[in-house]
């Protein structure tokens, strides 16, 4: 897969062909598909008319749901397939690229259209159309610019810059970027690092992985101009170990970086030496709270200390460290190329410019949108995000990760941004969107989320490591049929004495998703504790097994799935459940297109 | 400590303990803390979690060694060499404290003169350490702000042992590095009270308080106090009376709590010198490779059973408290006094704390040092009166030489009494360990002890090993020209080629047998850090 | 950092103290007592126990005295409501995964854990749920381990890295499993080991004790004398643990000047040579081949005579004495006083002038 040091342009406009290999793109077959337009575009005759360096690879696009997306730029007009397999290469080389008309029942639908001209595309902008693999590709496209403009600018000029754009850190708690640095720069010691933290751990999250995957120079530049601006004089990507092609492309983007003269030693002769290493993280939830990440990298246990002190003035090493999320780094070279007037226009008074986020859960367009800062949450969910599939009644979304709250239908006009995220309980996180409908128990969820905290707990505070645990049982026992009377107030009083004793974010925040759960749906909770019954239908305790007559169509599907030949069924008769022969599979309960099994 | 004495005044550490976690560099000569002084070690490491640099002079690869900025892994017995070429190195540089110099030493310009010759060429040819290893060490040390050199018996257990001290003495005083909280020479002490025993007068040249014999003023005063008048004439050394009993011309002996037949080098021969004598007395808790040769043992009492004090390294001077009845019905003290009065000397103490105001009335640095002060604080000594705090740091302002300089002492390299050769290749080192103490007749009845560490192993390098064809706990045959004993292999890179090491504390396979005749002629200290030894496979 | 003067409130009193010191350090010094269990001041603070949290006002959540520096105008209260409830909170979660058996346990009246118990009067039945059933651990000779009464603390660990750097424990597992360990739960022997017993000296319940002393007393059994160790030359201190005219354990002085509570394998362990039944506890005297016990009155006047005999004989040079650095400056002075003053010579050596 040899790629181009320098494509003609007239070349380009001919032909090119993208096909996104991203983490999403990979897992649906993208390799093959690639590697198979290669091929055939390279016999078969063609050759006169298109070049052999017709086809790249490019990161992820967002819209992961309707994977293998392949772009045919033919002559300067863009088609975008959809679900495109090996099988599918044939016909698209015959009919379109060399026949001229594409093949219409593959494009991409409205939905595509939609999911992307709602948003606003600022930091992906460029991922999925540029070669992550190729620095020039980035060069091409205005990269490094930034960074050659910082370098000759005073540092504390870009400080400024960046506090003038209002840019608050994208990792969760929504520091401003330029305060941060401008504290590390004020602070006694040295050397100073700057950290970029890409252990996205949130379920579900997968944001920073794909800026990375698409665009892995943007990070690096909002490092290098980061490190210049405060005095850093080194940096370390903290990044998952479960993100593989995201590693193997930074690699690649520091070693091309470090021939290209933008790391290294007197970087742009403005005597500013800088280096960037990668240190790899085990895919501890913990290691996202930065004490605990730098703990990591210092080769101890991933737990967190306490801050104050901060790490701004004693991090890595004890030395003063700036750690910023991926995506605020890679927003960084966006402010200082195009200006913080640019960035500061978009969004709303507190929160500018635009966020990521990945939308995920009951939604039918699932994938990576960016949007800007205000955007309500109606916007995000029917506009862009389609709705919950089956046309299911919207219940609520889950911001912030598993540190986040729900937020109930009753405030879908709710416009995003840290503030208002805050006051109802919840948080901005690093950008997880898990939609829940009618379908979603919301203790059954508290339960899952809870579950997640108290197994990656770091263990070292009490509340965090004891309290959590016995958050999830007294959730589990609520789940399973055992809920006592006084439960709610037990786990109100638990879950805020957790919040305000634990040492890290983690613990601070762990309980969210019961509180924010208590006070939205707290009719649930009752339904469990007191009527024995879970509203959703999702807990299998509560599931009596029984068909409810009268909603029953009589289709026989419960019938075909029952592994003990519990249940009778007859043409044109409801199906009846032998209770004694009954092992509760739950098999019927999911199968049933009706509902009709309580 | 006569090498300390001769060149600042007093033989002792010139620094505290609790100072050591300051230090910004930390020169470790001789001295394996980790095993021989683990709480002194816990203070180094402290130093060295907070940034301080280490330099470490050792053959033996230690823990901190392996740590060290820079590892001087010089071959035994050549200390002075080092001393000198690293003084040459920084004289060269102007890497010196001139101020200094100027201002509180003399006879530089004799040691300027003399070191010229240990350039780094000549010092690597002598001790094996390359000229690199060499600039850095003295570029570290020299630069450091403060800088402490810490020492062990590494230093002093050779017969150049009293001259290795003095050596270390010209470098810091060359930079400067003394006189200064956490910056100085702190010698470490190999028993519990080394420090006290030597300032208390069981020495056949002074009296308590290092006030020497030949001074008539000070004999008078201890005759007025003892009323009794004290022979002017110096007493012989622990090796001469030994001597001596083989020429048998010394007939009676007490021994107070040692155990010379073990812990002695050249043991064979002690032994004959003991079994010479017409009397011998041995005072002790536990039968011993001495008391074997005693014609009365009388039992001693362990800390546990005594009230005293203990001075530590530092000049310490700490309690010591009677937690139960002495097993014996006397503590040594006790019976010290019975015997006195019955050799017609009455001796009458009710309690050692009147013993106390007796060492206070007469020796000065002890001068302000009471049980009753001691229950509310520790002191340090010099502590001349009542209320005198005590002494952290020594020659902040004064050397406690005549004229308050310190002395710059012109030394030369000499080397370790036996080297090894063709017959007798390796040199053998001998030291201690963790889990054991010296004779061993302490630790080795310890529960737990005995099942981690139950026996001796000789320590020799992994290539040593192969040309000999020995593996792990093979049994080897290691002699010397005085003995040989038998003892287990262990085959570790902490050694290096050449070297091999053992520990004493164990009557069944004793290092003791081996070691050399050769001896400090100053301090008498016995050369138990190198001799010649053959090793074979059994 | 700078060590600017700054004032800060607890509970209302006003105090002034150094810029960097935490708020721990601040209120100990003003005499304002505040509980901690994870805190050593041998050790880094750290900050996992929680208990020593206090209420600064416009602080939404309550920080650590121990690792929280005091800042200048700070209002801080370490007996609010809140800060006691969530004490109270920290004692019963605490309890909730603890065997709650002091009435068997080797540290009953020595453990922080009972104490605090006592104090908030909790017992943490209220949670239910999980407790640890995990193994005892002692295939060692010092150190018994029961990790069901460990309390993740992390002073264990922290001594074992920070102070004793020997790296033996750390932490293992994750979330409520979280236990410090050895790695792969190998024995002790087998880990790199040193068995200083540090570790046990700073176990703030009965998790970590000493193998040698369990069952043979508790706290409130023994007298503890404070004395200084008789192996090496650095001279630390700590309590014989007296019981019956026997010693049966050693524990830490932590005000000992210069061990601040730490000890080695042989301070801490190495007492047993006391009561062995090898100590020569009788005079005895050479007759033929044999030693035979003797009174201290036979034995004594034969060394008396003995040596009078030799001097008169051959004059006080033919005598002598070696003195012993491991015996008392008193008795060293004294058989210095003795060979002078009785033999009348100056031979009398000892092995210290190194």
């Known amino acids: 897969m040899a790629v181009t040091k320098t494509r003609p342009k007239t070349e380009l406009k001919k032909l090119l062909i993208k096909v996104c290999v991203g983490t999403g793109g990979l897992a649906a077959g993208s390799q093959a598909v690639l590697d198979k337009f290669s091929r055939q575009l390279k016999s078969g005759g063609i050759k006169a008319e298109i070049t052999k360096k017709c086809t790249q690879r490019t990161g992820c696009r967002g819209f992961c749901a309707k994977d293998v997306l392949v772009d045919v730029i033919r002559n300067g007009k863009k088609s975008t397939y959809q679900f495109v397999d090996t099988d599918k290469v044939s016909r698209i080389i015959k009919e379109h690229i060399i026949g001229g008309t594409p093949v219409k029942e593959w494009l991409a639908g409205p939905e595509y259209e939609a999911f992307h001209s709602k948003g606003t595309k600022v930091l992906l902008k460029q ?472 | 400590m006569a090498g300390l004495a001769t060149s600042l005044g007093a033989g002792a550490a010139t620094n505290s303990l609790a100072q050591m976690p300051d230090i910004d560099m930390l020169f470790l000569f001789g001295s394996n803390p980790t095993e021989a002084h683990p709480i002194v070690s816990i203070y180094l490491k402290k130093a060295l979690r907070k940034g301080a640099k280490l330099v470490v002079g050792d053959p033996r690869q230690t823990w901190m060694a392996k740590r060290a900025d820079v590892w001087l892994n010089l071959h035994p017995g050549t200390n002075i060499a080092i001393m000198n070429g690293l003084v040459h190195i920084i004289l060269k540089n102007g890497w010196e404290n001139r101020e200094f110099i100027a201002k509180r030493t003399e006879s530089f310009d004799e040691i300027k003169k003399h070191v010229k010759k240990y350039d780094p060429k000549t010092v690597e040819k002598i001790t094996g350490v390359s000229k690199e290893k060499l600039v850095e060490a003295a570029r570290l040390y020299s630069h450091a702000d403060k800088a402490m050199i810490v020492y062990g018996l590494g230093v002093t257990e050779h017969r150049t042992g009293t001259e290795n001290a003095m050596a270390i003495a010209n470098l810091a005083l060359v930079c400067g590095h003394i006189g200064r909280p956490s910056t100085g020479i702190m010698a470490l002490r190999g028993q519990n009270n080394v420090q006290g025993a030597s300032d208390l007068g069981p020495s056949p040249n002074i009296l308590p308080g290092y006030q020497p ?160 002060r001691l229950e509310r604080q520790t002191l340090q000594w010099p502590c001349p009166t009542k209320d005198h705090p005590g002494t952290k740091t020594l020659y902040t302002d004064l050397f406690s030489r005549p004229g308050g300089l310190a002395k710059f002492m012109v030394l030369d390299h000499k080397g370790s009494g036996e080297m090894p050769d063709k017959e007798y290749p390796f040199v053998l080192i001998t030291g201690r360990i963790r889990e054991h103490y010296n004779n061993g007749s302490m630790s080795r009845r310890v529960s737990g002890i005995m099942e981690l560490i139950p026996e001796e192993h000789i320590e020799i390098n992994p290539d040593d090993a192969t040309h000999l064809q020995i593996k792990e706990n093979d049994l080897l045959s290691v002699s010397s020209r005085r003995g040989r004993v038998s003892v287990k292999a262990r085959i570790t890179k902490r050694m290096q080629t050449g070297n091999v090491f053992m520990t004493f504390h164990f009557p069944e396979a004793l290092s003791n047998f081996l070691t050399s005749e050769h001896r400090d002629p100053i301090a008498g200290t016995p050369e138990y850090k190198s001799c010649a030894v053959k090793v074979e496979k059994t | 950092m700078s060590k600017g003067k700054i004032k800060i409130k607890i509970n209302g009193k006003k105090i002034s103290c150094s810029e960097g010191d935490t708020i721990l350090n601040a209120a100990n010094r003003a005499g304002i007592k505040i509980p901690t269990l994870c805190h050593d001041y041998r050790l880094e603070p750290y900050g996992s126990c929680r208990f020593c949290s206090v209420e600064i006002k416009g602080m939404a959540r309550l920080l650590p005295a121990c690792t929280t520096p005091a800042a200048d105008n700070m209002d801080i209260s370490t007996d609010s409501e809140t800060v006691q409830r969530i004490r109270t909170r920290l004692v019963s979660l605490m309890l909730s995964n603890h065997p709650n058996d002091c009435m068997r346990c080797e540290a009953d009246g020595d453990c922080s854990l009972q104490d605090l118990a006592y104090e908030y009067n909790v017992d943490g039945s209220e949670y239910g749920g999980e407790r640890w059933d995990l193994p005892i651990r002692q295939a060692n000779p010092f150190i018994t381990y029961e990790p069901n009464k460990c309390i993740v603390c992390g002073r264990c660990v922290r001594i074992c890295n920070e102070v004793v750097m020997a790296g033996t424990i750390d932490f293992t597992g994750r979330g409520f499993n979280t236990v410090p360990d050895t790695a792969f739960r190998t024995a002790r022997t087998l880990s790199n080991c040193e068995f200083c017993g540090q570790c046990v000296s700073t176990c703030p319940t009965g998790a970590l004790t000493d193998k040698k002393g369990r069952g043979k007393g508790r706290a409130k059994d023994f007298k503890k004398v404070r004395t200084t160790c008789g192996y090496c030359g650095t001279g630390c201190n700590f309590f014989l643990n007296v019981k019956d005219n026997k010693v049966v354990k050693v524990t830490s002085d932590y005000n000992g000047p210069v061990n601040h509570g730490n000890l080695c394998i042989k301070g801490r362990y190495g007492y047993d040579f006391i009561h062995s039944p090898d100590r020569i506890t009788k005079p005895l005297i050479k007759k033929g081949k044999k030693f035979v016990e003797a009174s201290w009155d036979e034995a004594l006047g034969l060394v008396a005579k003995k040596f009078s005999e030799i001097l008169k004989k051959h004059g006080p040079d033919s005598c002598g004495a070696f003195s012993s650095s491991r015996c008392t400056n008193e008795e060293n002075f004294l058989l210095a006083k003795f060979v002078r003053t009785v033999f009348k010579t100056n031979n009398v050596d000892n092995c210290a002038r190194v």
């Not at chain 1, 500018?352 to 990945?358: L, P």
């Not at chain 1, 205000?374 to 709705?387: F, P, R, S």
């Open chain 2, 213 to 372: 014999v030949a001074n008539p003023e000070v004999r008078e005063k201890f005759e007025k106090a003892w009323g009794v008048p004290i022979s002017p004439k110096a007493g012989l050394k622990s090796v001469e009376m030994l001597d001596q009993a083989c020429g048998r011309s010394f007939k009676g002996l007490f021994i107070l709590g040692e155990d010379p037949a073990q812990t002695d080098p050249n043991s064979n021969q002690v032994r004959k010198a003991l079994k010479s004598l017409d009397f011998l007395v041995v005072q002790d808790i536990f039968q011993t490779e001495t008391t074997k040769y005693a014609h009365v043992i009388l039992p001693g009492s362990s800390f546990a059973e005594k009230d005293g004090t203990f001075t530590n390294g530092e000049r310490r001077v700490q309690r010591v408290r009677k937690a139960i009845a002495p097993l014996a019905g006397m503590a040594d003290w006790q019976v010290i006094c019975k015997l006195s009065t019955l050799m017609g000397y009455p001796a009458e103490y009710s309690h050692p704390s009147e013993i106390m105001d007796e060492i206070a009335s007469l020796t000065p640095p002890y001068g302000g040092i009471s049980y009753e």
């Open chain 1, 127 to 598: 991922c999925g159309e540029i070669d992550p693999e190729d620095i020039e590709s980035y060069i091409e496209t205005g990269g490094y610019k930034a960074t050659k403009k910082a370098l000759k600018m005073k540092p504390e000029q870009v400080i400024d810059l960046i506090k003038k754009s209002g840019l608050r850190g994208r990792g969760g708690a929504g520091f401003p970027t330029g305060q941060k640095w401008e504290l590390c720069s004020n602070a006694e010691g040295s050397p100073k690092y700057i950290i970029c933290n890409a252990d996205e751990g949130d379920p579900g999250a997968f944001m920073d992985r794909s800026i990375i995957e698409g665009n892995p120079h943007s990070v690096l530049e909002g490092m290098i101009i980061g490190a210049y601006a405060f005095g850093a004089s080194r940096g370390y990507v903290y990044i998952r170990a479960e993100y593989p092609v995201a590693i193997t492309r930074l690699k690649l983007a520091i070693k091309e970086a470090e021939k290209k003269g933008f790391l290294g030693n007197n970087i742009g002769k403005s005597k500013f030496d800088f280096d960037i290493r990668i240190k790899e993280g085990a895919g501890a939830f913990v290691c996202g709270e930065e004490t605990a990440l730098i703990a990591s990298i210092e080769g101890a246990r991933g737990m967190p200390r306490s801050k104050p002190p901060f790490p701004v003035y004693q991090g890595l090493w004890g030395k003063p460290t700036v750690v910023n999320n991926v995506e605020t780094l890679a927003t960084v070279p966006l402010i200082v190329f195009k200006g913080p007037k640019w960035f500061s226009s978009i969004g709303t008074k507190t929160s500018k410019g635009t966020k990521v986020f990945a939308l995920t859960g009951k939604i039918k367009n699932t994938g990576l949108i960016e949007v800007p800062m205000g955007i309500t949450l109606k916007e995000i969910i029917y506009d862009i995000g389609g709705g919950c599939p089956g046309n299911r009644k919207f219940k609520a979304v889950q911001t912030g990760g598993p540190s986040g709250g729900c937020i109930p239908a009753s405030h879908i006009d709710m416009p995003v941004d840290y503030e208002s995220l805050q006051e109802i309980g919840s948080m901005m996180g690093s950008g997880g969107m898990v939609v829940m409908d009618d379908t979603t128990c919301m203790v059954d969820m508290a339960r899952f989320f809870l579950d997640f905290a108290q197994n990656e707990s770091c263990g070292k505070c009490l509340p965090c490591r004891v309290g959590n645990k016995r958050l999830y049982e007294r959730l589990k026992d609520i789940t399973e049929g055992k809920g006592r009377e006084g439960d709610i107030e037990f786990l109100l009083s638990l879950a805020e004495d957790i919040k305000i004793s634990s040492l890290c974010g983690l613990g601070q925040t762990s309980p969210n998703p019961v509180l924010s759960t208590i006070k939205y749906f707290r009719d649930e909770y009752d339904a469990h504790i007191r009527e024995h019954r879970c509203p959703a239908g999702v807990c299998e305790a509560f599931r009596k097994y029984i068909v409810n007559a009268e909603i029953c169509k009589m289709c026989g599907k419960c019938f075909k799935e029952c592994p003990s030949g519990a249940i009778t069924w007859k043409r044109k008769q409801p199906a009846f459940i032998d209770r004694d022969k009954c092992v509760k599979c739950g098999n019927c309960y999911e199968v049933c297109p009706f509902h009709a099994i309580l």
